[in-house]
Structure formats: C-alpha cells, structure tokens
C-alpha cells in the first residue's frame, strides 16, 4: 500500500472498494508509527499468498501467526480460529460491511482490521468505544431475513480454503448492520458515527449512505450461542495476554479440568444474556446492554492478541544502516525456550484460594476495574494479597476485624455457598462477591471522596456464578449519607454492604436493611449470607443490575457460606509495601 497516494480529488464518484482503499491508507498514516508499520508490513508480506499479484491471508495464516487453536489442531479443545476469521473479514470491510462483507484479508483490510481491533482508532474516529460494540456484534452475528419471498442466504461463515476464496474481491455483503425489530429507533442517528466520521474527510458521504440503505423492519440478525461461546472460551483463556506475550503461554495447557472450568465461566456469562428467551440468539439489544453495563472489558483481551502484528521477530532492529532496521531472516525461528508459565494475579499470602481460579480471574476482568486507572483489574497490574479466609482464620467476626482492619487500601470480598433449601433438583452453588476500593475502617465505611466520575473509585456489587450479574456503584453524591454505607460490620450484627444501618436503639438489636437496588449481609457467625437483588431502586450505593428489567421481581435468596475470602489490591507490584497491614 503506498502511503504517498493524494486523497485531495476523491469527489463523490469514488467507489465503495477505492474509498475502502483509501481510508486504510488513512488508518495506517494516522494510527501506526512508521516502525510499527514496517513490522506490520513484513509481518503481512511474509506470509501472504499471491495469487494473481493479490497478496492475501487466508484463515489457516491467520491463526497460526496469532496462536490460536483452531480444527486444525487437534489436541487442543479450544477451536476459536474460526470465529476470529469469521470477525475479522468483516471488519476488514469496514465501513462498506454491506457492499464488501467479508473481505478477503488483503493488506488494506488488515490494516482496518488492527486499527479496530487494538483501540487505535482516536485518531481518526469519534464516538468509537459504543460504536465498535455495534461492529463487533456485526462481525459475529447471523444474518437472516423474514417474510422476504426468496430463499435463505447461504452461511454467513466466510471460510477460505486454501487459495480457492482469493479470486474474490467483491462479494455479497451482511445485512447484520440493520439489526431490526430491536426498538433501536432512538439510536439510529448515532448508529454510523464510526463510519461517517471516518468518511468526512474524503468526501465520502454520499456513498457510504448509499451503501447503508437497509429497510430495518425486513432484517433482523443475531449472534448464535454456540459462536458466541466459542468467542467467550477464547477470552476467558486470554484475558491476562499482555502486549507481544506469546499466547502459546496461555493456550498449551488446556487439560481436562481447565477446560470444565473454562467452559462454566463461560455459561456463566452467557447466562446474563438470557439465551434462554433469545429466540434462537443473542440480539443486538441485549449484546449492547450487556457488554457496555455489565462487561465493559469482555472485549480488551483482542487488543494485546492483535498487536502481535505490529512486531515481526523477522527483523533485527540492533543492525542498523542507511534506513534502520533490517529483516535478518524471512522465515519466522521457533522460540528456543517453551512457553513460559502463566503468571499469576495473586501475591504470596497465608492462604490459597479456593474460589480464584484462572478462569474466575478472567472473568472478573471483563468488568472490574484496577483502582488507580479506569482499565481493567489485569491490564491496570493490580494484583491481589490475601487478606483473610474462613478456611484458613476461622469463622469469627474477630479474626475478621483483626486481618481487615489492618489492610490500608482496597479490597475484593469474594464469597462462595449454596442457596437455602435449593430444591429437589440438589443443592444450588452461587458465588457472589464485591469491589469495595477503599479501606475498611471501624465506623461504617462510605464512599470516597474521589470524582463519582471515576469509575475505578466506586464500589461494586456482583454475581458470578450461575449468571453474571453486575450492580455498578451509584456516583449519586444523594446517596453519600453515614447510615448508608458502602460497607459496615459490627460483632452483634454482622458484615451488611449497601445497607441501611438503623440507629442505635437500648430496647432493641436492629439489623441492616436492604437500600436501593442490591444488598449483602453476612451474619455474625460468618455462616450465611442474604443477597438482595431489585430491578429498580437508585437510592441506594448500588445500582440496579443491567440484566434485569422493571418488570421483574425482586430476588432475595439466603445461602450457605461455604468460604468468605477478602483479598487486599495491591495496584502495582512495586506498591506492596504501601498496602501492607498497618
């Protein structure tokens, strides 16, 4: 692609392919810097096939060069090469997905495809964190069409099998950018910011609407369960990936009983999305509501997986000539070493988890916050001490206070039990938890005096298992008031976070009450719990949970504590002597 090529006289007769064309030429001016654009070129360049002069990756390429599993690799569980194919050749169509979708995976989309996928689009687009939820939603959802006289459409899959799907530039594109019957009435102004924003500037306008041009109410299209699983397993897998870590490191020991738990994380989640009234799908409504309220990180881990193509181990940036680096070898070497071992969140303590497993970190991940920067707890380093364990302290309120009180900054309280008289199906595990970034202390402890703006300072309400569920803190100042703390313990009452705790009465022993929209008590025998879910309620610290609608019930479920963990954050490694006990 050469980057020189003027832009200035596009005018309005520009095609969608030039136009697409011209606008990664943008992309790859604007969002790279010249070294990462060379190594993304000898990266591309390296191993694309030539057919006809078209220089191309087809799906095999794709992953291989990505580390990710695919059919082709049969001793790992993990088939997640074609989902990402599947994601990419759409978005490599971008902003034409309904002219040009799926692409062949050619420099320029390519280009398109890292730009999207690596959150370096600031540059070049606005409104581009909402708007790339809807392109993602695109690239991985089926599209269907009813009461339209014609046949179904063939698989909306584009699999390239060897070199025989290169021939084709142009094809058919996805109707998925008109999700219909979705009451999505109100955002239809918005919903082409991304494209039109990235047009602007090339007089492209007119076009891209042509392109656009969709009856709402004739389409509709969803996200399958079975490929969004699959996308989910992924992620779970790869959420501590950092930047240019092998993902090997992550991927080369899926035994048995990592995969279980792997694949409960991952019902888990898909749980919030009601699958079981999705009408064969995930709709754009929900994917939209879910994954911006409730799992506002699920998406990161592609970052640091996609920014493998911009460091090619081909070229030796130590010898330097005329024009810098030098590509030392055009075959990539296999590394000498094996995959190193995972590292972990968690720092040496008194005690090990029983409910932290990898796939649980992960999982938090995708909605937790590090408590220093508005990023997610893995991206931000945190990492977390253990601070106190009924399995290993005893279940008393004293050695509660003793190992809390103590620790001088932020906790994670994670808790693990059976629902109360579950039913005669068995006994039902819950594992609920809460994010509580500021430090315990002996009066009721409120909310910080930080922004509410910030994010990272409130605290969080959550359910992990079995359906995720978030109650994000309230950044109401209103709800700031010293008998409704975020977190209160006393010996004859117990553990209550965002209640309201009733005044002092010699007559009477008077317990929290449940505030707004969630709540959790914990007795004074660390025994059992009452977790207090509503669908409405904002006056109280939490907020109601973006899976749940007005019309539901309120949930209060009483459960059996099997283990109470709290594990202190520690925002860098570097800071762990700041947070020690005092």
Excluded at 134 to 150: E, H, I, K, N, Y
């Amino acid at each position: 692609m050469g980057v020189g090529q003027s832009t200035e006289h596009l005018g309005h007769a520009g095609n969608p392919e030039h136009l697409s064309h011209v606008l990664a030429e943008r992309f790859a001016t604007k969002c790279f810097t010249p070294l990462e654009l060379t190594h993304f070129k000898d990266n591309f360049f390296s191993r694309a096939i030539d057919q006809g002069g078209m220089k191309y990756w087809n799906e095999k390429i794709l992953s291989d060069f990505l580390g990710i599993p695919d059919s082709s690799d049969s001793h790992c569980p993990l088939d997640a090469g074609p989902v990402i194919f599947r994601m990419v050749s759409y978005l490599g169509a971008f902003p034409f997905q309904n002219t040009l979708a799926p692409s062949v995976l050619t420099f320029e989309a390519m280009v398109k495809v890292a730009v999207l996928l690596t959150e370096r689009y600031g540059k070049v687009l606005r409104r581009a964190r909402k708007d790339r939820i809807r392109l993602l939603f695109g690239s991985l959802a089926d599209v269907g069409r009813r009461d339209v006289g014609g046949p179904p459409g063939d698989e909306d899959v584009h699999k390239e099998t060897g070199d025989s799907s290169a021939a084709k530039s142009h094809v058919a594109g996805f109707e998925v950018d008109a999700p219909a019957n979705d009451n999505y009435e109100d955002e239809d102004e918005d919903d082409d910011d991304l494209a039109l924003a990235a047009l602007e500037s090339l007089d492209a306008i007119d076009v891209f609407k042509h392109d656009s041009r969709i009856d709402k109410k004739v389409y509709e299209a969803r996200i399958s369960v079975a490929t969004f699983r699959r996308l989910l397993m992924l992620l779970i897998v790869i959420a501590p990936l950092k930047t240019l870590e092998p993902v090997d490191t992550y991927t080369s020991d899926l035994n048995e009983n990592r995969m279980e738990s792997i694949r409960k994380e991952a019902d888990t989640i898909l749980a919030a999305f009601n699958i079981e009234d999705s009408d064969g799908g995930i709709s754009y409504r929900s994917f939209a509501n879910i994954t911006l309220n409730a799992l506002p990180y699920l998406f990161d881990p592609l970052t640091p997986l996609f920014e493998h193509l911009l460091f090619s181990k081909n070229l030796d940036l130590t010898k330097k000539n005329g024009s810098g680096a030098t590509v030392t070898d055009t075959v990539e070497k296999p590394p000498d070493n094996p995959p190193s071992s995972p590292s972990t969140i968690m720092l040496p303590g008194s005690f090990e988890s029983t409910i932290l497993k990898s796939s649980v970190v992960s999982h938090l991940s995708f909605f937790l916050p590090s408590p220093t920067s508005n990023v997610n707890l893995l991206r931000g380093n945190m990492r977390l001490h253990s601070v106190f364990s009924t399995a290993a302290h005893g279940s008393s309120l004293t050695s509660f206070s003793h190992h809390v009180l103590t620790w001088n900054s932020g906790t994670l309280l994670l808790l693990e039990g059976a629902v109360s008289e579950s039913s005669e199906h068995g006994e039902r595990m819950v594992t609920l938890g809460a994010y509580l970034p500021q430090p315990w202390k002996s009066a009721p402890l409120s909310h910080s005096s930080t922004k509410p703006s910030d994010s990272s300072a409130l605290p969080c309400l959550f359910e992990l298992s079995p359906k995720h569920q978030l109650l994000q803190g309230n950044p109401s100042p209103s709800v700031q008031k010293p008998n409704s703390p975020v977190a209160y313990f006393s010996t004859s009452t117990g553990i209550a976070i965002g209640c309201q705790i009733p005044a002092p009465s010699r007559s009477q022993q008077l317990k929290p009450m449940p505030l707004g929209a969630g709540s959790l008590t914990i007795d004074a025998n660390l025994e059992s719990a009452t977790f207090y879910v509503s669908p409405i309620g904002h006056n109280g610290v939490f907020l109601p949970p973006a899976t749940t609608s007005p019309s539901e019930q309120t949930v209060k479920r009483q459960i059996d504590i099997y283990t109470l963990e709290i594990w202190g954050l520690v925002p860098e490694p570097s800071d762990a002597s700041s947070a020690e006990p005092r």
